[in-house]
């Protein structure tokens, strides 16, 4: 069990640019989620897959934001024409689909910063 | 709806001394609640986890926390804070909503530990 991992830990863009950040969940784990934290607050649901399809998205994510995981093993989350406001940190997290309390094991996050 | 409530945004402690971080849930049934960790520049850590079992659970470096339904609180404790203490810590509850599970992350409470 090597954790969660995400890449990469930190972005620099450009307003206007994409980027893309990959997660790489534990690997027996089928569900993985995505959020956002912003300076200051607690981590906010954007979406989360069980295996490779993706079964629900939050209001916060926008149609410039898209999620992959293509394979049920790994998933990428794309920002398209990034603004000021998408400056946050980006985290992912998996479970285990069936335990009682589906407990979520985050990775380290992936900060963007849009200038 | 369920939702949780960090009564400290920051709490300030010398170390040695114990540490208490207040935490007020709301929910309309017997939550899963949850304290996780989040160290500067590192991904959330899970802490402890209650999940209807016993009201007293003990997590990781010496934390504990009690359920008291009574009072809707699930405070995080240690009897003697250490240097390396010193984080964010949020409370979360687990709510089923959209056939999966969904953490609700408080706002979170800084912890300063002096020397």
């Known amino acids: 069990d090597t954790g969660v991992s995400q890449d990469p830990r930190h972005k620099i863009t450009k307003r206007g640019q994409n980027v893309t950040f990959r997660c790489d969940p534990i690997s027996e784990h089928n569900r993985l989620y995505w959020y956002r934290q912003t300076l200051g607050q607690g981590p906010e649901f954007l979406t989360y897959?069980?295996?490779?399809?993706?079964?629900?998205k939050s209001r916060l994510l926008s149609d410039r934001f898209s999620a992959e995981r293509p394979k049920g093993s790994f998933s990428t989350l794309e920002i398209q024409r990034t603004e000021q406001g998408d400056s946050a940190m980006y985290l992912c997290?998996?479970?285990?689909?069936?335990?009682?309390?589906?407990?979520?094991?985050f990775g380290p996050g992936t900060r963007l910063t849009v200038l | 709806a369920q939702s949780v409530t960090q009564l400290d945004s920051h709490v300030s402690v010398s170390e040695g001394t114990p540490v208490l971080l207040r935490c007020n849930y709301s929910s309309s049934y017997s939550p899963s609640l949850f304290w996780y960790v989040q160290h500067p520049n590192k991904g959330l850590q899970l802490l402890l986890k209650y999940t209807s079992a016993a009201t007293l659970v003990k997590g990781i470096n010496g934390f504990e926390a009690e359920f008291k339904k009574s009072e809707t609180s699930f405070h995080l404790t240690k009897p003697s804070a250490h240097m390396s203490d010193a984080a964010e810590y949020f409370c979360?509850?687990?709510?089923?909503?959209?056939?999966?599970?969904?953490?609700?992350f408080g706002s979170g409470t800084r912890l300063l530990v002096r020397p």
């Open positions: 897959f069980q295996n490779e399809a993706q079964l629900e």
């Open positions: 979360v509850v687990s709510a089923w909503m959209d056939s999966s599970y969904k953490l609700i």
């Open positions: 997290a998996s479970s285990l689909v069936g335990s009682s309390t589906d407990t979520q094991y």
